[in-house]
């Protein structure tokens, strides 16, 4: 027996059990080596062949339907561009006064004859309807009912997205939207239950593409994450522009309607391809699921197979036994989460804002529209690239700092000038730059969004915030018409709005080369550590991390 024992081990008793010292020298712990090689579900998941996929196939799929499914409405309510009465004798009536009677009536003496030669018509549901003279808001309201359902279904579905989880609400809000759509263009001669209908079915958008966007982000570790931000944009970009294009080719509000409602049945048949987020399955103590999903992922990336995963995701998660169980109110409840929301709110309020005012004093622009609709979506993808190029240098919380100072700054010389003679063209171009700021500073509050709330209330805090901006911006067509009383009350407005902005943006933590808080805990450790003046935090954060390897090492 003693001749396979080391010769250390000859001066122990004669009865000492040798053979359990031996296992217990030889015995390694793999848990501790794991650890150190897999220290965050960033490590765990990588980025390869399954977050491609899912980037680039999943993600593509859910924006295009996303913007099309936006914009439905808009092209669907579309006015006639030109119509008038037909008389007797082929007289053509084109006075209002003439084509709309005393109490509303359309064409009281002829008929109604649309225009169907001019490069705007479409074969719209006011055409079909005649929603004209008396009946003319009918086709706004029912745009109105989309921001309604919005409000509505983002404070139902938003916090459902972060307890039942991303997928389930991603199929369920699309299912919704398929049904609810498809019954109400077969119910449009009964208004107000076509407006119910409308409105409840106003969910894919935004709900199920926020959660999908979402999903694709907590597939993928730091570096996967900046292509699924950019790639979301692009493929939205994209969306908008060829749905004006769909519409023109259909001529048909119906045709268009159906086409662009059941083109969504594609989602459905990616249901097998799209798990769980396994940040979401881990921090409600699913491991068992969340090790399945991760070994899956593993293996589409031909990654090494970790064969005890769950005993090593209950290790990773053990930090986190006593961090408190996070819910909707939470976000109330919490004072680091109840900032953060404040922040976030005002932040999406007031790029909305700008968003808006940017077009303030644009002139109708000329030709077709579903050109122009093409158009002025295009102007949006430079942001995605200018935006991604200055936040991988110089950080977000900055950026946005800048492109809300720029964005003010250009509302504010227009306070001074817009009452000058000849400035029309100066103005315009001014609110065009500010317009196109804060399109980078969309992107940069988009991503900062994502980065900073933690995974359990991750949708609620970006559909909160969502949901106070929609409130906030439905008060934009009534400041713009301040215009009427004054030429720079609008732009006042905006000034002041713009220094909310500036303030608010100042306090949202640089989130540049950080993991995914996953608790209100890393929350609170973020903001500990955020120095107000600190340009790039994430450098100390890398000397940081420098010193503690050097310190284990030694």
Request: glycine share 6%; charged share 20%.
């Amino acid at each position: 027996r003693r001749g396979n024992i080391p010769h250390s081990l000859h001066i122990l008793p004669e009865d000492y059990p040798t053979t359990k010292l031996l296992h217990n020298m030889e015995k390694k712990d793999p848990m501790s080596d794991q650890l150190k090689k897999y220290k965050d579900l960033d490590s765990l998941l990588g980025f390869g062949y399954f977050q491609h996929f899912q980037i680039w196939v999943f993600q593509t799929i859910i924006a295009i339907l996303g913007a099309i499914n936006f914009f439905q409405i808009v092209f669907i309510v579309s006015d006639p561009p030109h119509w008038y009465c037909s008389a007797e004798q082929d007289v053509r009536l084109e006075e209002d006064a003439d084509k709309c009677g005393g109490e509303g009536d359309v064409c009281p003496v002829g008929n109604i004859v649309y225009n169907t030669s001019h490069h705007n018509y479409l074969y719209s549901l006011p055409v079909q309807h005649d929603w004209l003279c008396s009946r003319s808001l009918w086709g706004p309201t029912v745009i109105t009912s989309t921001a309604i359902g919005m409000l509505f279904n983002s404070l139902t579905f938003g916090q459902l997205c972060d307890s039942l989880g991303r997928v389930k609400i991603i199929h369920l809000t699309n299912l919704v939207f398929i049904l609810f759509r498809v019954i109400a263009f077969h119910l449009t001669e009964y208004y107000p239950l076509f407006l119910v209908l409308i409105a409840a079915g106003t969910c894919f958008f935004p709900v199920g593409v926020r959660a999908g966007y979402t999903l694709v982000a907590e597939y993928c570790n730091n570096d996967g994450r900046k292509y699924a931000f950019i790639s979301g944009w692009v493929w939205w970009v994209f969306g908008m522009m060829i749905t004006p294009f769909i519409a023109q080719y259909l001529n048909d509000w119906y045709l268009f309607g159906l086409a662009t409602s059941l083109c969504n049945i594609a989602v459905v048949f990616l249901y097998p391809l799209v798990p769980e987020s396994p940040r979401l399955l881990m921090n409600k103590k699913k491991f068992k699921e969340a090790a399945d999903v991760i070994s899956k992922i593993r293996k589409y990336n031909s990654e090494e197979n970790i064969e005890n995963l769950q005993e090593l995701l209950e290790e990773i998660s053990k930090g986190e036994e006593d961090c408190k169980t996070l819910g909707a109110l939470s976000l109330f409840k919490e004072k680091s989460l109840l900032r953060l929301l404040v922040c976030m709110a005002v932040l999406y309020s007031t790029n909305d804002y700008f968003y808006y005012a940017g077009q303030l004093n644009s002139a109708n622009l000329a030709g077709s529209m579903f050109v122009n609709h093409a158009l002025l979506a295009l102007t949006e993808l430079p942001s995605v690239f200018i935006g991604q190029f200055l936040i991988d240098r110089f950080g977000r919380r900055w950026i946005h700092v800048l492109c809300m100072i720029l964005a003010t700054v250009c509302f504010a010389i227009n306070i001074i000038i817009v009452n000058m003679e000849s400035a029309d063209h100066a103005v315009l171009a001014l609110s065009v730059v500010a317009k196109a700021v804060s399109n980078v500073g969309w992107f940069v509050m988009w991503v900062q969004s994502i980065e900073v709330f933690p995974t359990s209330v991750r949708n609620s805090g970006i559909n909160l915030s969502v949901v106070i901006s929609i409130v906030v911006s439905m008060t934009t067509p009534f400041v713009i018409s301040l215009d009427k009383i004054d030429k720079r009350y609008p732009y006042i407005v905006f000034v002041f709005i713009g220094i909310l902005g500036i303030i608010f943006s100042s306090l949202v933590p640089e989130t540049k080369d950080t993991k995914l808080p996953e608790t209100v805990e890393e929350l609170d450790i973020i903001f500990r550590k955020m120095r107000f003046f600190e340009l790039r935090p994430w450098r100390r954060a890398q000397e940081d991390e420098k010193k503690t390897i050097e310190m284990q090492s030694s």
